[in-house]
């Protein structure tokens, strides 16, 4: 019993949230901290800004399949006149665009443990709009849009033909549990 619970422990891995946002890391400092990531038990990164630094996308994704790790891919934007309605996907579809495209080739797939679709419940400029983060409209706008946005960013995986690629919406509930989303179902 001993035994098989630390080959259980050493089987355990975790993830972790790097911010690369507004600062292109060198790539010794990028895969340094990979590594250091690695050999701390990590094998999964989900990167805050990733869309930020096209330039070093092929660095890091030969340095996640050499240490056997995997991205989330966030995709996350919203503008100022962001409301949770279909009309809001296009500039995000085009924010990420290449990103989508580099992610979703053959060479890259392996290393996409999945993609994190932001639902920015949290961000009070998007929330008053709807009056308020709990209202019925906020409810019933999150819920049409939630459909749409999954539905945009799968179909624009399987158009590069990533079709097992993951989507999982990111939703915050508040700190203290006082955000109310509605089933996303």
Not at 122 to 133: E, F, I, K, Y
């Amino acid at each position: 019993m001993n035994l098989r619970n630390q080959q259980h422990k050493k089987q355990m891995r975790y993830g972790a949230t790097l911010a690369l946002e507004g600062a292109s890391c060198p790539h010794e400092q990028l895969a340094r901290l990979l590594e250091q990531m690695h050999q701390a038990g990590f094998n999964t990164v989900n990167f805050y800004g990733l869309e930020q630094i096209p330039a070093q996308w092929g660095e890091v994704f030969r340095e996640l399949a050499r240490l056997n790790m995997q991205a989330v891919v966030r995709i996350e934007e919203y503008g100022p006149d962001f409301s949770f309605s279909r009309q809001d996907i296009p500039l995000i579809l085009e924010r990420y665009r290449a990103l989508l495209d580099f992610v979703c080739l053959p060479q890259h797939r392996g290393q996409v443990a999945y993609f994190a679709l932001n639902m920015p419940v949290d961000d009070g400029a998007v929330t008053a709009r709807l009056g308020g983060v709990n209202t019925p409209l906020s409810r019933e706008r999150q819920k049409e849009y939630a459909s749409a946005f999954v539905s945009a960013v799968r179909m624009e995986t399987h158009r590069r033909g990533f079709q097992s690629a993951r989507l999982y919406l990111s939703v915050f509930y508040g700190w203290d549990g006082t955000y109310h989303v509605p089933g996303y179902a």
